[in-house]
Structure formats: C-alpha cells, structure tokens
C-alpha cells in the first residue's frame, strides 16, 4: 500500500481517530480525577569532608566523592528512619517515612538531594525538616571516632530547603491529557490503517485494473445514484453543482467513446450492462450511456433485462405497463412494450410482468430474435441486464451482446469475488469491453485515466450508420448521427 493510501485510509476513518482520541482524553480525565494528590519538600545538603592530618585538600575531596555515594542509602535505612519516628515530628509510621522518601548523590559537586513525596503537603515538609535536622547527627554517628580529634570527620551544610510547594506534583492534569490524546490518536491511526489493510475490496483504479485485467472504461466521479435520479444535480453549492456535473458529464462521455472504439463493435451493437453484485450502480451507469448517446444524435433503447426485481421503469416513471418479459413470452408485440421518454432521450423497453422462470424465458430463442429485431432499427441497444451474482441470467445476456460492460462500485467488490464474475463471463463467451467504477470521490477531470496514465484524447468516434426503417409496430428511432456529435 502506498503512503498516500495511507493518508486516504487515515482521512476515511477520520471518526475512529475522534472516537479514539476523545476515549484517550476521558480515560486520562478519569485517572487524574481518581490520583491522589502528591506533594513533594526537597532539601540539599553539600558534603563537606576536612584534611586530616597528612591529606590534601585533593585527597579529602576525593575521599568526600566516595562517601557521598553511600548518604542515599543512609536516608533510607531503618536505623535512621527509626530516629525520625523516635522524634515524633512527622506523625508517620517508619513504613511510611521508607516509601515517602528518596535520595539522589552527585560526586561531581557533592550534592546530596533528599525528597519527601506525601500526600499531606504539611507533613511532606515537616518530614524533610526532620531529615535535614538530623542527617548530619547521623553522618556524624556512623564516622565517629575515626580520629580522636575527628579530624576528617563529614560533615553536611543544607544549603536548600526544605521546600514547601502549595501545588501538587502529581497527578498533572495538563499533561495527563496531553498525553491521553496522543495516546488515543495513535490507537485511532494504528485503528484506521489495519481497517484498511485487513480490507479486500477494490478501492483505486489500480487494484481494480491490476484484479481485472482489463482497462478501466470511465470512473464516475459521484456516490452510484438511483436510476431516476441519474440527470439530477447533485447538491451543493453552485460551484460545487457545476463542477460534479462537469466531472460526471466528462466520464459518461468518455465511457461512451471507449465503447464505439472497441474493436467488437458493430455499426449497431448490443451493450450488456452488468455488475459483479447488485447495488453498485450498474442501471445508473447504463441510463447514463443511453442518455449521452442519444444527446450525441444516436438512436438507442435501454433495456431493462433484470427480469427479478424491476425497479428501472417505475422509477423512470412509466409504469408497470408491456415490457420485454411479455414480448419474449409472446404475449405483447415488440413495438408496443417500447416507450420514449421525454425530449430527445432515449427510447426505454420496461422489464414488463415478471415470470415465473427468468433463466428459462432469457435463454430461449425468442431472445435472439428479439435482439435482431432491435438492431435492424437502433444504432446502440444497452442490456441493463441484473448482476452477475447468484444467478446465471446476466452470463445470458452478456453472451448475446457485442460487448459487455463491468460495472464495479468502489470498496464493494473483493478481488475473490470478482474473479468468479469474470470466470463466468469467459464460460460464455461474453466479449468484455473493461470496467466502469463508479462512486469515485470528485476530483479533477484529468485525475480519471486508464492503463496510459492520460486522459483520453478528444472524442473521434466513426461513423454510425443510420438505423434501418423500424419492423411494423416498433417506434423509428432519432435520426443517426456521428457518436461524437454534441460532445
């Protein structure tokens, strides 16, 4: 994964680093709230150790660096600790006084620190008043008798201290929070990016052409819409409106280009439209082409092939009328199931009644001849056929059409299950044109390119030729003109 997938994967999970962060910051709330308040009273002593007689004042002062070394562990034991409790000043448990206090000696400069860490900030100060009365008595004890003069004898000089801080040490509520935070937005990044890696789905151009094999048509640069909705202005401001409308526009135009140029395409061809799964944007997609080819002046019909769970007609808003179920089941001619829809778009075969048995009715020979039919009087016929997944009845379609269009949406589809899609479109035969991708993020024209890594050149689609004159009963088409008309 590249680091800009990283980015993107940190930016889509941008709730997950909120979610994180605020768990951080109340976490670390909630243990500032439940520390008890330490208070800390430090002393310093510097040792000093007097020449005896016969030493230098270098002598004596290496000798002062040896002892120091031995003073913490003095503070700390309990001979020591058992006077401070004898004196009574602290008011503390000789376990206590242990755990409150610490040492610290520094032979460079013969500073001995010693500090008392309570939760009572008078007794903090009164215990280290203690040791700084009685640590030198003690020094003295333990060295006594050395000379009889005591020459040579240490001794400590406070020179600070004891300290009385009026605020606690710890807990630090500004800290803790920091610290909490950055906790959090680590876990949310670390979060963020396992989602991503531990997702299968085909999410860049790249991983979808690398799974496929095959070019990426056109990536529609908006959330897949409902089929009815496909010519809406999407919301926004203005701008914003212009610009996604501009940005789709560019797309369907290009898908359009890609399929007149694709070498299995006839002067009037058959497109199958399909998806590895539904919702993914396949009947927006086809209604989009159909749209675009006939503004471009070419006769086309969409039709509704998913014979299951039409949804395109009604939508489209014309009813539940005649349909392709009625005219492959020889119920309805051909001629009075089509519809047009308002202006110039294209004309539209509705799915009509749904049968019993879709498979059985789509692989009869009605369907061919219905298809022969629709090519003798269109110059472009689109299949929105249903998705790939579970059932066989796009493969059928797909083998009776001259190209065949993959429709995936991003983060939907899994290599695994893509394969499976692709494999049963090569059993049949199925002649695939590439992919579309659809619920691509907005961005700059340019930035949608396939294999070249640069966008297209402008449209130069040939020549279609004109529709034949339409069989009795099938409404003649919008003249034809060239593909790239209007562009």
Not at 55 to 83: C, H, M, N, T, W
Not at 180 to 194: D, K
Request: hydrophobic share 45%; aromatic share 2%.
């Amino acid at each position: 994964m590249e680091l800009a997938e990283y980015g993107r994967a940190i930016v889509r999970g941008w709730w997950v680093l909120v979610l994180c962060v605020l768990a951080g910051l109340g976490s670390a709330a909630l243990a500032t709230a439940a520390a008890t308040p330490s208070y800390q009273s430090s002393v310093k002593f510097f040792v000093v150790s007097p020449p005896a007689a016969g030493q230098s004042a270098l002598q004596s002062r290496e000798l002062s660096k040896q002892r120091i070394l031995a003073y913490p562990g003095l503070v700390k034991s309990d001979k020591f600790v058992e006077g401070l409790v004898r004196n009574g000043t602290t008011g503390l448990s000789a376990a206590a006084i242990t755990e409150s206090i610490s040492a610290s000696a520094d032979k460079d400069t013969l500073m001995l620190t010693v500090v008392v860490s309570l939760p009572d900030r008078a007794k903090a100060v009164d215990t280290a008043r203690a040791v700084a009365g009685s640590l030198g008595a003690a020094v003295g004890e333990l060295e006594a008798g050395r000379t009889e003069t005591g020459a040579g004898q240490t001794v400590l000089k406070v020179v600070a201290g004891p300290t009385d801080e009026t605020a606690p040490v710890s807990p630090r509520p500004t800290l803790n929070l920091a610290l909490g935070g950055l906790l959090g937005l680590g876990a949310g990044i670390a979060i963020a990016v396992s989602r991503r890696l531990l997702d299968k789905t085909l999410r860049t151009v790249a991983d979808v052409e690398a799974a496929a094999g095959l070019p990426l048509l056109a990536g529609l640069p908006v959330p897949a819409p409902a089929a009815g909705s496909a010519g809406q202005a999407p919301k926004g401001s203005p701008a914003r409106r212009r610009e996604s409308a501009s940005a789709l526009g560019e797309a369907v135009r290009r898908l359009r280009t890609n399929i007149d140029h694709f070498p299995a395409m006839p002067a009037s061809g058959v497109v199958a439209v399909t998806s590895a799964t539904a919702g993914e944007g396949k009947s927006s997609a086809a209604l989009l082409l159909a749209r675009s080819w006939a503004e471009a002046g070419v006769s086309v019909l969409l039709v509704e092939a998913d014979l299951r769970s039409p949804r395109l007609a009604g939508e489209l808003g014309l009813g539940g009328g005649l349909g392709l179920a009625d005219v492959l089941a020889g119920r309805a001619a051909l001629g009075k199931a089509i519809a047009q829809t308002d202006g110039n778009g294209p004309h539209i075969l509705a799915a009509g009644t749904v049968p019993a048995a879709p498979t059985e009715l789509l692989a009869g020979r009605s369907t061919a001849t219905v298809l022969g039919q629709l090519r003798d009087t269109y110059s472009r016929v689109i299949i929105d056929a249903p998705a790939m997944q579970p059932f066989s009845d796009a493969a059928l379609l797909a083998a009776s059409a001259d190209c065949t269009v993959l429709v995936l949406r991003r983060g939907r589809v899994t290599r695994e299950l893509l394969a499976s899609s692709l494999r049963n479109l090569e059993l049949v035969g199925a002649r695939l044109a590439g992919v579309v991708l659809t619920d691509l993020p907005l961005r700059r024209p340019g930035r949608f390119t396939a294999r070249s890594g640069r966008p297209p050149a402008p449209a130069q689609a040939a020549a279609v030729a004109p529709a034949a004159e339409a069989p009795a009963g099938v409404p003649a088409g919008p003249r034809v003109k060239h593909a790239a008309a209007r562009q």
